[in-house]
Nanobody, 128 residues
Framework: QVQMVESGGGLVQAGDSLRLSCAGS????????VGWFRQAPGKEREFVATISWLSNRIYYADSAKGRFTISRDNAKNAVYLQMDSLKPEDTAVYYCAVDVQPGRWIDHPTHLGDFGSWGQGTQVTVSS
């Protein structure tokens, strides 16, 4: 099955850091922009950060700017999300997904439908 596989979530305290990983399963992601998203209980899924296939373009949601860093290693078929200074409001299930069009970059992603091959997600819980 073609999908992304996330890992690295856990239970941490406010101010701690986590590094999430995301890898393509059964396909290569090197030609695709990849995004990280999150969904808190009772809320809609939202964008966190996206990175272009050459890593030369990056977008962060306001909630992630200055605290989260997205990166990728195409040789390892993986994308990462380094999360520092975590807050209780960062508690959510974190997902990654690829742009459905290879080689495309969306400056300010707003439509979840532009991304596909969603993974099962990884839970991040930040206690106060």
């Amino acid at each position: 099955q073609v999908q992304m596989v996330e890992s690295g979530g856990g239970l941490v305290q406010a101010g701690d850091s986590l590094r999430l990983s995301c890898a393509g399963s059964a396909f290569y992601i090197r030609r695709y922009s990849v995004g990280w998203f999150r969904q808190a209980p009772g809320k809609e899924r939202e964008f966190v950060a996206t990175i272009s296939w050459l890593s030369n373009r990056i977008y962060y949601a306001d909630s992630a700017k200055g605290r989260f860093t997205i990166s990728r290693d195409n040789a390892k078929n993986a994308v990462y999300l380094q999360m520092d200074s975590l807050k209780p409001e960062d508690t959510a299930v974190y997902y990654c997904a690829v742009d459905v069009q290879p080689g495309r970059w969306i400056d300010h992603p707003t439509h979840l439908g532009d991304f596909g091959s969603w993974g099962q997600g990884t839970q991040v819980t930040v206690s106060s």
